[in-house]
């Protein structure tokens, strides 16, 4: 069988895949290290964007999970680098407010969906479901098709 590699040939996307998440409220941080265990996510929760940044550039990330609220960095600009890493993950945006605006804004800047916060188990892995499809889908050859 032929390995799933990106479009951009950058590199391989052999699973399981990184799960990262930013998140700055333990209750939220249980809820992903919940829904990761149930779904079986390889999954990371760390402190910082530049953390993100340096595990994105060396293993494949799928979804990585930020804080609107994280005050390392602006969200867009924290959003815009993440989902610009090697494997092009799929960023999911954990904001208390949830609106058709801050998802514009969301996806101009390169992200995959708003999460509500506080994040409930069962939501995120519909939409965990759905960014790991998108991306598995992005990352598919031709040959392999």
């Known amino acids: 069988m032929w390995p799933l590699v990106s479009h951009t040939g950058s590199k391989h996307t052999g699973l399981p895949c990184e799960v990262l998440a930013l998140l700055r409220s333990p209750r939220d941080r249980e809820a992903v290290s919940d829904c990761a265990q149930a779904i079986g996510w390889k999954l990371k929760l760390l402190e910082t964007v530049d953390q993100a940044l340096s595990v994105a550039a060396s293993e494949a990330v799928a979804l990585i999970i930020v804080d609107r609220d994280l005050s390392e960095h602006d969200w867009r600009t924290s959003v815009q680098s993440l989902a610009n890493t090697v494997s092009t993950p799929c960023v999911l945006l954990a ?19 708003v999460i509500p916060k506080p994040i409930e188990s069962k939501e995120l892995a519909r939409l965990g ?4 499809t998108y991306w598995r889908n992005q990352h598919t050859s031709i040959a392999s098709g």
């Not at 208390?96 to 969301?106: G, I, K, R, T």
């Not at 479901?129 to 790991?132: E, K, S, T, V, Y």
């Open 95 to 113: 904001s208390s407010v949830v609106d058709p605006y801050l998802f514009q804004e969301l996806v101009k800047n390169g992200g995959f969906d």
């Open 129 to 132: 479901r759905l960014a790991f």
